[in-house]
């Protein structure tokens, strides 16, 4: 699933070449025998953190943005309601970690939620506020691979 304005439509070429190579190391490495943290698939430029969790109660959980990347969150295994509402005009917890590529933002008053199983996949640009590993009825044991691609 893949989500966005009209006014972005053209900003990004999700169809371009890093895409590519970021869906088919999803689609031919044994994503189940990756180790857990930092894979590079292309350097810096495109490179997978893989994870595994336990899923938590909305209200644990932090609505998330990033500036230089777009995540490709795959879910490998298990489920997880995936929290999305647009970035502009969300208030920020703390400042933007430049190092980490991060900012986290205060609940928004309106948002959805997506509920991503094994083999589902959300494709986040950095206009996009996520707020991942949301419980869907019950804790759940989640393998997820964020595939980084550089803007």
């Known amino acids: 699933m893949l989500t966005t304005t009209l006014k972005l439509a053209d900003k990004y070429n999700y169809l371009e070449e890093k895409f590519n190579i970021a869906f088919n190391f999803l689609k031919n490495e044994n994503l189940m025998e990756l180790p857990l943290g930092k894979v590079l698939i292309k350097g ?14 909305a209200s644990d959980c932090k609505y998330e943005a990033h500036d230089k990347y777009f995540d490709i969150q795959y879910v490998v295994k298990g489920k997880e309601q995936f929290g999305y509402a647009l970035r502009h005009g969300m208030e920020t917890q703390a400042p933007y970690d430049a ?19 094994t083999g589902d996949f959300a494709v986040v ?20 691979i964020v595939v980084k691609v550089r803007v």
């Open 44 to 57: 810096d430029d495109i490179f997978a953190n893989v994870q595994e969790y336990t899923t938590m109660p």
């Open 99 to 117: 190092d980490n590529d991060l900012v986290f933002f205060k609940e928004p008053s309106s948002g959805g939620s997506i509920l991503l199983s």
């Open 125 to 144: 640009a950095p206009e996009d506020a996520h707020k991942p590993r949301c419980i869907d009825n019950e804790p759940c044991e989640v393998r997820k």
